[in-house]
């Protein structure tokens, strides 16, 4: 049985940074992929970054592309999100799931945390 948990979340300011980690157990957990999804108040969820098995290649959703980043440590059996420059409407609870597939389309994961709160305002 895989279990997810996300950590990290909170409240900032405009500008601020902040970094979100997740941790999964089970076995599968070196050899699957990693994303980060996230649902604003009143909204479907979206993707935000996703990282394949290795770390090597990564995806990211262009509204926070070149704010936030994705990593992983399969030693530690965690995923990270650093959050950068956070803005007002980053405001959401941030998801972290797990699946086969190196892709931003949530369906597609199989395993999911049960989110942490981002919440961004002055």
């Known amino acids: 049985q895989v279990q997810v948990v996300e950590t990290g979340g909170g409240l900032v300011q405009p500008g601020d940074s902040l970094r979100l980690s997740c941790t999964a157990s089970?076995?599968?957990?070196?050899?699957?992929?990693m994303g980060w999804f996230r649902q604003a108040p009143g909204k479907e969820r979206e993707f935000v970054a996703t990282?394949?098995?290795?770390?090597?290649?990564?995806l990211t959703a262009d509204s926070v592309k070149g704010r936030f980043s994705i990593s992983r440590d399969n030693a530690k059996n965690t995923v990270f999100l650093q959050m950068n420059s956070l803005k007002p409407e980053d405001t959401a609870v941030y998801y972290c799931?797990?699946?086969?597939?190196?892709?931003?389309?949530?369906?597609?994961?199989?395993?999911w945390g049960q989110g942490t709160q981002v919440t961004v305002s002055s």
């Open positions: 799931a797990l699946g086969v597939r190196l892709t931003t389309t949530e369906k597609n994961y199989d395993y």
């Open positions: 990282i394949n098995w290795s770390g090597g290649r990564t």
């Open positions: 089970g076995r599968t957990f070196p050899y699957m992929h």
